[in-house]
């Protein structure tokens, strides 16, 4: 069974870049799965943020896409994610999560809390 | 963008009672791409439906799901006190969104 682990700062300045990073074991990243971030502000629902493929290929929510980067990395079976222009706005637990299919995650990771303050 | 609106908001139930949860699409949702989550407090979500109406691995045959276009339904046959938790739909036909959200509270 697959484990997500996330792990990242839990406190970023406003306007600096929000970087989280998700170890994967029980699995391998370059195998066809897709491995994605998902957030939920305190106290609010849940929003997708965007995926990314074992080929490399990229999926992004339309509304974060030109500041979200999500890349792989095979040497340390991890996958990442880096929001750039961080605002309050951005204050949530982020989630990684993983699926065969593309938008259906049946894998989470615990979440960790990222606060935007100066 | 679909927008998915869940009703309502919140319901108090007692264990034992069965409900219906529902999810509106602001247009047709492709294939009935829908998919439902339970999420208990401080835990992640755990997907519990797919495809309006596939139950995913292990979970009880007390939770089903059906519709079909811009209406979607979950229903729990006989509430358990762990099923008492917030439930989304979330639509993966185009692009991804989730709905605000039903929080099932124990009266």
């Known amino acids: 069974q697959v484990h997500l682990q996330e792990s990242g700062p839990g406190l970023v300045k406003p306007s600096e870049t929000l970087s989280l990073t998700c170890t994967v074991s029980?699995?391998?990243?370059?195998?066809?799965?897709?491995w994605g971030w998902i957030r939920q502000p305190p106290g609010k629902g849940l929003e997708w943020i965007g995926n990314i493929y074992h080929t490399g290929k990229t999926y992004h929510n339309p509304s974060l896409k030109s500041r979200v980067t999500m890349s792989l990395d095979t040497s340390k079976n991890q996958f990442s994610l880096k929001l750039a222009s961080a605002n309050v706005a951005d204050t949530a637990v982020y989630y990684c999560?993983?699926?065969?299919?593309?938008?259906?995650?049946?894998?989470w990771g615990q979440g960790t809390l990222v606060a935007v303050s100066s | 963008e679909i927008v998915l609106t869940q009703s309502p908001a919140t319901l108090s139930l007692s264990p034992g009672e069965g409900v219906t949860l529902s999810c509106g699409a602001s247009q047709s949702v492709s294939s009935n791409s829908l998919a439902w989550y339970q999420q208990n407090p401080g835990l992640a979500p755990r997907l519990l439906i797919f495809d309006a109406s596939s139950r995913a691995t292990g979970v009880p045959d007390r939770f089903s799901g059906s519709g079909s276009g811009t209406d979607f339904t979950l229903t729990i046959s006989r509430l358990e006190p762990e099923d008492f938790a917030v439930y989304y739909c979330?639509?993966?036909?185009?692009?991804?969104?989730f709905g605000q959200g039903t929080r099932l509270e124990i009266k």
């Open positions: 999560v993983t699926s065969q299919w593309l938008g259906l995650w049946d894998s």
């Open positions: 979330q639509q993966y036909g185009s692009s991804i969104t």
């Open positions: 029980g699995n391998s990243i370059d195998s066809g799965y897709y």
